[in-house]
Every structure is written in C-alpha cells, then in structure tokens.
C-alpha cells in the first residue's frame, strides 16, 4: 500500500496561513495526492487533489514538490471554521484504493 | 441538494445482535463505500459496490457484509457485533471506481455503541 505520513497536530492562529506537510516517497507516477478533512463529527470532505502541477481551489492551494515526494497543502487564512484533521491520501491507480493516512488534526487559534 | 444520507446517526446495539445501517445518496453515483473508523483513527475502507458487482477488502471480518438493492441504497450489516466493532461507520459515494482522480462524497456516519 502506498503511504503517507504527516505530522500528528499543528496549530495556527486565525487569519494566517497554514502550510500542512504530507511525505509520499513511495508515490507511483500515476498516484494522485489527494487531501481530505473531517471536522468534528462529521464525514470527510474533499478539499484538493493533484498529479504534478500546483492546484488551486476556493478552499486552498496544494503544492507539489518536483519529485512528488512530498506535498503541502496551504490554507491561505486559516479561519476557526478550519480546524478539523486534514488527511493526505494517494489514490492508486487501478488499485481502486483510496487509503487514508493518519492525518493532521490543525487547531486555529483565535 | 444532493447528499449521502445515513441514518441512524447513532445507533446501539448488544453485543453479538445484528444490526443494520443505512446509506441512502441521491448524486446517482456508480460507487458506494463503506468504512469503519475507530476513536481517534483514521477511516479504514471495508468494501465497495461499483453497482451490483461487491468488492472485498481482504482483511475485512466476515462478520461484515454488505447489500445493495439499487442505486440510491445500500446497507452495512453486521452479524454478530463485538465490543471492538465499536466505531464510526462512514458511507461514500464516487462517480467512479478511478480513486486517483474521482473526488468521494461522504455522508455525515453512523456511531454505533456495542453494549
């Protein structure tokens, strides 16, 4: 199974940026990063995806690093609504698999 | 809006009754998925139906199944619960079964209490 591994907590005060890692080094060339969060009591949600090129949503950026070893995915002003635990996921494949890493539970403080 | 629903949000059981949990989507996706997420852990993929056809994971207990009836429903059933299968059961939707590019859409989970 492709892994990812992420710090287990980070925290950020509100209105600034966060810039969560994710380290892939066994990411296959045709392996999507994906990144999820879950807030508090609820099911995941989708947040970002991408292969090789930076990506940017209304939600957030996610840079890749060149040998797309390792990612980063940036809240531009992280705000109190953003604190959930983030998960960076490869998707493999034809592998049908989606498997969850641990995950980054961001606290933003006020 | 079109959602996954599932329903109880919260359900309790006993120990070694069956119980059943439900999943409803109204996105007419081809894929439904199910997981189990235990206390502070991160979601772990149980199977998935790409419409009738059922797919396994191999370290998934018999003692949990799964039916699809059609398209919108599909059901968790546990046979016999124990006290470790205990957990948040999460139902997702996706277009497809491409996982590296299609985006899932989660429902809000059932918390099961095995007494």
Request: proline share 6%.
């Amino acid at each position: 199974d492709a892994k990812t591994t992420q710090p287990n907590s980070m925290e950020s005060n509100e209105e600034e940026p966060v810039h969560l890692p994710c380290n892939h080094s066994t990411i296959s060339g045709t392996d999507y990063i994906h990144w999820y969060r879950q807030l508090p009591s609820q099911g995941p949600e989708y947040v970002i995806h991408g292969l090789t090129s930076n990506v940017n949503n209304r939600m957030a950026s996610l840079a890749i690093a060149e040998d797309r070893k390792s990612s980063t995915l940036i809240l531009h002003r992280a705000t109190l609504r953003d604190a959930a635990v983030y998960y960076c996921i490869l998707g493999q494949y034809n592998f049908n698999k989606f498997y969850f890493g641990s995950g980054t539970k961001l606290n933003v403080k006020p | 809006d079109a959602m996954v629903i599932q329903n109880p949000r919260y359900q309790v059981t006993q120990f070694g009754k069956p119980v059943t949990l439900s999943c409803s989507q109204t996105l007419n996706h081809n894929v439904m998925y199910w997981y189990q997420q235990k206390s502070s852990q991160a979601p772990k993929l149980l199977f998935h139906y790409y419409d009738k056809d059922f797919n396994n994971e191999a370290d998934t207990p018999d003692n949990f199944q799964s039916r699809r009836p059609n398209t919108s429903f599909c059901f968790l059933d546990i046979r016999s619960p124990g006290l470790g299968d205990a957990a948040m059961y999460l139902c997702a939707t996706s277009r497809s079964t491409e996982p590296s590019t299609d985006t899932q859409y989660f429902g809000p989970g059932t918390r099961l209490t095995v007494l």
